[in-house]
């Protein structure tokens, strides 16, 4: 099992450190608090552990449901997208530590998790196959797996946000506090357009 154990780590963690919504409001909240990355990884993790569950009890047909996919594609898209105009327009305020995002960390997690169009296409295919093959090994494979998919999370936003956090309070810091705010700002939106397309090419 230990083979298994190694590459959902490396897929995970490459899946973790890849850009996407996520990473985006960690490093936003990382702005105003150093532990935004774990509250982000627990919501995160929440969801990836109901729908690990879902899956290992063998609801995953829940996942190709078409409607399903295209109304969390195109709803989360606007409202992601709506989150990174918001997270714009507050820029000054945020710079001189006046205001903050909307959402906590924990709910963002969450969030934009449950909202990324990659989600569910993900644990149809990947993370399905993974879990099969756990399977065989009974709980202890389930409970192993979960270690496994979740520990790159755990790790890896609470590091972004910390590093984050710290980088703002350097010497250059409300320079690069603004820059990152707009940066964030533009991939949420970026990527709000890329879940709202997304959603309508499942329908065409």
């Known amino acids: 099992m230990l083979p298994l154990i190694l590459s959902v780590i490396l897929v995970s963690f490459a899946g973790a450190i890849a850009p996407g919504p996520i990473l ?18 627990l919501g995160h993790v929440l969801v990836d552990i109901l729908m690990i569950l879902l899956i290992y009890f063998g609801l995953s047909q829940f996942l190709q449901i078409l409607a399903v996919r295209v109304i969390l594609s195109i709803l989360g898209g606007i409202l992601i997208i709506w989150l990174g105009i918001g997270l714009f327009r507050s820029r000054a305020a945020v710079v001189q530590g006046r205001a903050d995002l909307r959402y906590n960390a924990f709910a963002l997690g969450i969030f934009t998790t449950i909202f990324n169009p990659m989600f569910f296409p993900w644990w149809a295919t990947i993370g399905n196959m993974f879990i099969m093959k756990f399977h065989e090994f009974g709980i202890t494979g389930l409970v192993a ?22 980088t703002s309070f350097s010497s250059r810091g409300q320079r690069i506090k603004a820059w ?6 533009i991939l949420l939106i970026s990527f709000g357009f890329w879940f709202v397309v997304s959603g309508v090419q499942m329908i065409v």
């Open 24 to 41: 985006a409001v960690t490093i936003a909240k990382g702005l105003k608090s150093p532990w935004a990355g774990f509250q982000i990884a």
């Open 180 to 185: 990152l705010i707009i940066i964030c700002s």
């Open 145 to 166: 797996f979960i270690f496994a998919a979740e520990l790159p999370n755990l790790v890896w936003y609470p590091f972004a946000s910390i590093i984050t956090y710290k």
